[in-house]
T-cell receptor, first 113, second 111 residues
């Protein structure tokens, strides 16, 4: 079946702009995770959804970052007033069971000029 | 917060060689996971470890969950060119549902 998909694959924006990154999880997976991966580093946890609700948003770096999952499937990560330091690959993962069975998407590479 | 240290940061392999990498933590984890990431892709799970002392294999890969629950290692036997990539360890603690990742070990082919 289809895996986790993320759109766009690449996004280039200017400092100060607003961006939205989309994640389509594997059908039927109730858990959805967002991670940020800076160049040369491992993924860092941002937020975890169980169904429609954000069960853990402790990884969001500041209030410019926000994520929603209104119908318990597709999720959107929103970044306001982007800064150059936001440049990274944003990974989404979904799971039917628990954190140990996450399937990752290919990521969205965000570049803030 | 929790941090995972992976070593080595990078290594060169020659086809047929065995390679080893490890991961240490300042905190205890209940689950250790090893992932491989290829360029332009997300991480793919290789092995999951659930019990201290557990030794698990997946083909040419073998991983162990350290007795102290603060470390793990991954061995690749008889390496082949497609083993090239970045390997990440990740830990899952008692609370919450998030994974903490190490910085990765980049495996490259000897020129």
């Amino acid at each position: 079946g289809a895996g986790v998909s993320q759109t766009p694959s690449n996004k280039v924006t200017e400092k100060g702009k607003y961006v939205e990154l989309r994640c389509d999880p594997i059908s039927g997976h109730t858990a959805l995770y967002w991670y940020r991966q800076s160049l040369g580093q491992g993924p860092e946890f941002l937020i975890y959804f169980q169904g429609t609700g954000a069960a853990d948003d402790s990884g969001l770096p500041n209030d410019r970052f926000f994520a929603v999952r209104p119908e318990g499937s597709v999720s959107t990560l929103k970044i306001q007033r982007t800064e150059r330091g936001d440049s990274a690959v944003y990974l989404c993962a979904s799971s039917a069971r628990g954190a140990d069975t996450q399937y990752f998407g290919p990521g969205t590479r965000l570049t803030v000029l | 917060g929790q941090q995972l240290n992976q070593s080595p940061q990078s290594m060169f392999i020659q086809e047929g060689e065995d390679v080893s990498m490890n991961c240490t933590s300042s905190s205890i984890f209940n689950t250790w996971l090893w992932y491989k990431q290829d360029p332009g892709e997300g991480p793919v799970l290789l092995i999951a470890l659930y019990k201290a002392g557990e030794l698990t294999s997946n083909g040419r890969l073998t991983a162990q969950f350290g007795i102290t629950r603060k470390d793990s290692f991954l061995n690749i036997s008889a390496s082949i060119p497609s083993d090239v990539g970045i390997y990440f360890c990740a830990g899952h603690g008692a609370a919450g549902n998030k994974l903490t990742f190490g910085g990765g070990t980049r495996v490259l082919v000897k020129p």
